[in-house]
């Protein structure tokens, strides 16, 4: 199939050369376009169509008007072959308008000030993890512009304002309130950057550059995709258009948190020193093992038994289902990370993700619960996690485990993990006690119970679970 022809009107401002090489293999989604021979300070935006994944179209964005690109890529339509576009631009005017252009990519030309004009912010769709910077923002428009320029460089946290280029994975955007938005192309929304670890979705990472980049979570997370699971579509693209500013500088997360790593509220100041409740920790072979509603059932088997249960997710990717589902079986006060100012916890400093650890749990230990639930994400060989299983503050703060699991086999691995590391265990569930036949191979082979998820909402069940050496009133 030709990239570009009469058809489409690209002939006369496109000259494209492709190579076919043998090749193997799925679409390269997240290769990059690479400049060869940049010339110009006029930029501009190409639109190249390519059939992917069933998509109408997928967008090369090329900045200069004299310039060569290579963009190696792979089609999966029942052709294993790897083909390399040169693409040679010679432009005057913007190829779809026939109009000039004259606006600067968001990552382009010198940093300068854009002002968000009222009638323009009310329409900005914001996301979850921006739900405290949205709440001042909406009250209060006018106290904040854009950022951008070549010269800009994001940091994970920084608040951007982005242009909906195509829809891919995430048709939805998770508003402040957890309501799935609906995305259209060329609607502009408020995410964060942040990277991303999803082994059933992306790995992520915030680029160098206000460049085109990816919506890689749906609760409103930016970053470039460099890795994808094979069986999901390619990542909604999306156009920064500046970074969220005030008079003091670019707005990030942490600016407009509640809760702050190294700041106890007055509340965990003045619980400070006093015995701390029991805290049982949920973990789980993998993502989509069961955690949360794991922790859930517990919440409310705990909650039905009449004690006041605290919970808390302390690393991950940030969205609203969760905190909301642990609302839902009874806990309260309840937090996750994006109240500390975090978008998600991958990539930060070892250092930093055990003192939001420490930090959570002192936070909702001094709220007086009863018990405290912590949720912490993905599986035990994700890099933060299995550091932290081997953390004296882990033991310290933990005063056991609830592990959910896919299998039996996945259960005996962790347990086998946990055990090395001396982390003491109460109890497996998850997603492998939805099968009768996975719960009895997985009790014959472990030394702990196994649990039928929904069997935690039973009050005698979830309140054996509570550690014995701490007494609760």
Known sequence: ?????????????????????????????????????PSSAVYQTVMLPF?????????????????TFAYPWTRNAGMNLSREIEIEINLSRNIETGDDVHALAADAGPTRRLDLEPGRARHIRAAYTTHFVAAEFSKHPGDFHLVAGADTAPRPGDVVI?????????????????????????????????????????????????????????????????????????????????????KDGVVNLRDFAPLQVGNPSLAAL?????????????????????????????????????LHVAAG???????????????????????????????????????????????M???????????????????????ETSRLLRDPLFAGYVDTVVFSAQDALGARAGLDVLQDAAVPVAAVSGLLTASPLATAEAAARLEVPVIDTYALCNPEVATALVPVRASVS
């Open 51 to 67: 059939l992917t994944r069933g998509k109408a179209s997928r967008r090369l964005a090329a900045r200069t008007t004299n310039a």
């Open 1 to 37: 199939m030709p990239v570009a022809g009469p058809e489409n009107n690209y002939e006369s401002f496109l000259k494209v050369n492709t190579r076919f090489a043998a090749g193997a293999g799925r679409e390269d989604e997240n290769a990059r376009p690479k400049m060869r021979t």
């Open 361 to 383: 749990i002192d936070e909702q230990a001094a709220s007086g619960a009863d018990v405290v639930v912590i949720e912490i994400a993905d599986g035990l060989y994700q890099g």
């Open 270 to 306: 003045s619980a400070a020193g006093t015995p701390r409740p029991p805290v049982i920790a949920v973990l789980g072979t993998s993502m989509n093992s069961g955690k949360s509603t794991t922790l859930g059932c517990l919440v409310n088997g705990l909650a039905n038994a009449g």
């Open 313 to 359: 997710k302390a690393t991950g990717t940030g969205a609203g289902n969760d905190p909301n589902l642990f609302i839902d079986a009874g806990a309260f006060p309840v937090c996750d990370f994006t109240d500390f100012g975090y978008p998600t916890t991958f990539k930060l400093a070892y250092e930093e993700v055990r003192d939001l650890l420490a930090a």
């Open 162 to 246: 982005a242009r909906v280029a195509e829809i891919g994975k995430h048709t939805r955007l998770e508003s402040p309130v957890s309501r799935r938005q609906l995305m259209f192309v060329g609607q502009e929304i408020m995410v964060a950057y942040g990277n991303r670890y999803a082994p059933d979705q992306f790995l992520a990472h915030v680029p160098d550059t206000l460049e085109p980049c990816h919506l890689v979570a749906g609760g409103g997370l930016a970053g470039y995709v460099t890795q994808m699971h094979a069986s999901i579509d390619a990542a909604t693209a999306i156009e920064p258009i500046g970074l969220l500013a005030t």
